[in-house]
C-alpha cells in the first residue's frame, strides 16, 4: 500500500531554515507529481508546493515563494522541501501527498511533521 514517510520538523527560529524529507513507498515514484501541503492549528489544509514527474516544474503558494524549494530524488524515492527565511505564520504539520501538480492529490497521507517558528 502506499506510504508516505515524513520527517525533518523541529522548532526553529524566524528566519531559520529546515529541510524537510518525505520517503515514498507502494507506487512507482517516478512517474507522480508530488506535493508538500501544510495544515496550521484551526485552519485547514492547504498546498504549500507542487512539482512534476521529472522535477522540471514546480509550482508554490503565493506566501512562500521566493523562501520555499521544493525537489525530488527519483532514485531514492524521496521528495524535499527546503524552507529558508521561516515565519512564525509558517508553523504547521506539513505532509507530502501523491500527486497535486495537475489536479487534487491522491487521498493517502502520512503521519506528517510538525515545524514551530518561534523565538
Known amino acids: 500500500q502506499v506510504q508516505l514517510v515524513e520527517s525533518g520538523g523541529g522548532l526553529v527560529q524566524p528566519g531559520g531554515s529546515l529541510r524537510l524529507s518525505c520517503v515514498a513507498s507502494?507506487?512507482?515514484?517516478?512517474?507522480?507529481?508530488m506535493s508538500w501541503y501544510r495544515q496550521a492549528p484551526g485552519k485547514e489544509r492547504e498546498l504549500v508546493a507542487s512539482?512534476?514527474?521529472?522535477?522540471?516544474?514546480?509550482k508554490y503558494a503565493n506566501s512562500v515563494k521566493g523562501r520555499f524549494t521544493i525537489s525530488r530524488d527519483n532514485a531514492k524515492n524521496t521528495l524535499f522541501l527546503q524552507m529558508n527565511s521561516l515565519k512564525p505564520e509558517d508553523t504547521a504539520v506539513y505532509y507530502c501527498?501523491?500527486?497535486?501538480?495537475?489536479?487534487?492529490?491522491?487521498?493517502?497521507w502520512g503521519q506528517g511533521t510538525q515545524v514551530t517558528v518561534s523565538s
Open positions: 507502494g507506487f512507482i515514484f517516478r512517474f507522480n507529481s
Open positions: 512539482i512534476t514527474e521529472l522535477g522540471d516544474n514546480s
Open positions: 501527498a501523491r500527486g497535486g501538480y495537475y489536479s487534487q492529490p491522491y487521498d493517502s
